[in-house]
Protein backbone atom coordinates (compact mmCIF):
# COMPACT_ATOMS: atom_id res chain seq x y z
CA UNK A 1 0.00 0.00 0.00
CA UNK A 2 1.25 3.53 -0.66
CA UNK A 3 0.30 7.42 -0.11
CA UNK A 4 -1.74 9.35 -2.45
CA UNK A 5 -2.20 12.31 -0.44
CA UNK A 6 -1.49 13.97 2.55
CA UNK A 7 -2.59 17.11 3.64
CA UNK A 8 -1.29 18.64 6.75
CA UNK A 9 -4.45 20.21 8.91
CA UNK A 10 -4.76 22.40 12.19
CA UNK A 11 -2.84 20.98 15.45
CA UNK A 12 -0.50 18.96 13.63
CA UNK A 13 -2.46 16.63 12.10
CA UNK A 14 -1.89 15.11 8.50
CA UNK A 15 -5.29 14.24 6.76
CA UNK A 16 -3.59 11.04 5.39
CA UNK A 17 -4.96 8.68 1.60
CA UNK A 18 -3.72 5.72 0.57
CA UNK A 19 -4.25 3.98 -2.98
CA UNK A 20 -6.77 1.29 -1.37
CA UNK A 21 -8.99 5.23 -0.94
CA UNK A 22 -9.03 4.71 3.15
CA UNK A 23 -8.68 8.22 4.69
CA UNK A 24 -6.28 8.25 7.85
CA UNK A 25 -6.25 11.09 10.65
CA UNK A 26 -2.41 10.97 11.93
CA UNK A 27 -1.30 12.87 15.34
CA UNK A 28 2.08 14.12 14.39
CA UNK A 29 1.76 16.22 17.68
CA UNK A 30 1.86 13.13 20.24
CA UNK A 31 5.09 11.47 18.19
CA UNK A 32 7.02 14.66 18.54
CA UNK A 33 6.33 14.35 22.23
CA UNK A 34 7.83 10.75 21.72
CA UNK A 35 10.61 11.32 19.64
CA UNK A 36 12.81 14.44 20.69
CA UNK A 37 14.50 14.94 17.43
CA UNK A 38 11.32 15.57 15.79
CA UNK A 39 10.41 18.87 17.82
CA UNK A 40 11.20 21.15 14.69
CA UNK A 41 7.80 19.37 13.41
CA UNK A 42 6.29 22.20 15.96
CA UNK A 43 7.26 25.30 13.96
CA UNK A 44 3.83 25.58 11.85
CA UNK A 45 5.83 26.36 8.60
CA UNK A 46 7.90 24.16 8.53
CA UNK A 47 4.78 20.98 9.42
CA UNK A 48 3.06 22.52 6.32
CA UNK A 49 5.99 21.75 4.17
CA UNK A 50 5.08 17.89 4.46
CA UNK A 51 6.23 15.56 1.29
CA UNK A 52 5.45 12.03 0.62
CA UNK A 53 6.60 9.24 -1.57
CA UNK A 54 5.47 5.98 -1.82
CA UNK A 55 5.24 4.51 1.54
CA UNK A 56 6.85 7.22 3.28
CA UNK A 57 5.82 10.68 4.64
CA UNK A 58 8.94 13.17 5.47
CA UNK A 59 10.02 16.87 5.93
CA UNK A 60 13.93 16.00 5.67
CA UNK A 61 15.96 13.19 6.48
CA UNK A 62 15.77 13.25 10.10
CA UNK A 63 11.76 13.62 10.21
CA UNK A 64 9.81 10.74 8.46
CA UNK A 65 7.14 8.27 9.15
CA UNK A 66 6.95 4.89 7.40
CA UNK A 67 3.33 3.79 6.44
CA UNK A 68 3.13 0.90 8.93
CA UNK A 69 3.31 3.32 11.98
CA UNK A 70 0.84 5.74 10.10
CA UNK A 71 -1.46 3.17 9.85
CA UNK A 72 -1.10 1.54 13.21
CA UNK A 73 -1.26 5.15 15.19
CA UNK A 74 -4.01 7.13 13.13
CA UNK A 75 -7.92 7.44 12.96
CA UNK A 76 -9.60 5.72 9.92
CA UNK A 77 -12.60 8.44 9.01
Known amino acids: M ?3 EVIP ?3 YILRV ?3 DANVYLFDV ?3 VQRIP ?3 CLMDKDFFEQVKFKG ?3 YWNMDCDFHI ?3 LALSKKI
Open 29 to 31: YQE
Open 2 to 4: KFI
Open 9 to 11: ENN
Open 68 to 70: DQV
Open 55 to 57: ERI
Open 37 to 39: SYK
Open 17 to 19: KTE
